[in-house]
């Protein structure tokens, strides 16, 4: 399955496992190089720059092939320190980065000169239009479904995807909803040049997650994810639980404030459901793919499986619709 996504960035099938805050760790991303597929190192899940060297040095040793870095620019109090994240990215030789949130212009002369290609994540037409104008090699498009932030103008990927296919010339990936063989063919569908999976990453054996977790994706259906931030114009899509409705209720009383949901919603929280397992003692995320997850695969015998379903679906279910309306 050869796309224009897979050609320019030099693997094998048209999957990524976009960056996902304390998930994706040098043994998931090593794991889904091997596949054959794009993983990303989480720049932010390391605690400093200096980390960060030593997590990619980390997955080298694991990988021979190629995997990328996220950088996620978000607006902050106190910002993490962004150029010593990008300098540590560059001197390691790292040469696909995706970044999302805030728009990369300024980061984006620094890679090019490296020569490394970027991917950037948009949840709109308007801002990954944007983003291909400032020189970007590629988009990753969110739709409405998608685990985290998926924007405002609550577009599901349906629309969203053809949408920004029909007015980028750089290659589209499909994002948010999407965890098996029948969402990566309706993508290629749609126009896009591959898809990029989170929460199906993230409930897999390498996933570094605790177990708990990823049994809880596995019960959970398609229904079992909150919105919270509405009312702050930052939507997040996170899993169902005591703290996720907690903050719902506060912000459906009506002039909530940030400084009311604070405590509930601090990063510190959510990385301890990720590592103990305590799926009550914060929020995480999770997409509403979760209902089209019902196991925990290795990484590889996923990616074989969706591949290779779709180009079942491809060479034969198609193309028998295809030969019996001639």
Known sequence: ???????????????????????????????????????????????????LVKEIARCRDLTDKPFGVNLTILPSITPPPYAEYRQAIVESGITIVETAGSNPV??????????????????????????????????SIDGFECAGHPGEDDVPGLVLIPAATAQLRI???????????????AALALGAEGVNMGTRFMCTQESPVADEVKRQI?????????????????????????????????????????????????????????????????????????GLIDDVPTVGEMVSRMVAEAEEIIARRLASITGATR
């Open 1 to 51: 399955m050869r796309t224009r996504f897979t050609e320019a960035f030099g693997v094998e099938h048209p999957i990524v496992q976009g960056g996902m805050m304390w998930v994706g760790r040098a043994e998931l991303v090593a794991a889904v190089a091997n596949s054959g597929a794009l993983g990303f190192i989480t720049a932010l899940t390391q605690p400093t720059p200096e980390d």
């Open 171 to 185: 290659p589209v990936i499909a994002s948010g909803g999407i965890a098996d063989a029948r969402g990566l063919v």
């Open 106 to 139: 300024d980061h984006l002369p620094h890679f090019k000169d490296a020569g490394v290609k970027v991917i950037h994540k948009c949840t709109s037409v308007r801002h990954a239009i944007k983003a291909e104008r400032t020189g970007v090699d590629a988009v």
């Open 218 to 290: 596995v019960a959970n259906s398609e229904l079992d994810t909150k919105l919270i931030f509405r009312t702050l114009r930052n939507t997040a899509r996170v899993a169902t639980n005591a703290v996720s409705r907690e903050v719902v209720d506060i912000e459906a009383r009506g002039n909530a404030t940030f400084e009311d949901i604070r405590e509930l919603v601090a990063g510190a929280r959510g990385r301890k459901v990720f590592e103990d397992g305590d799926l009550d003692a914060g929020i995480w995320t999770a997409g509403q793919c979760q």
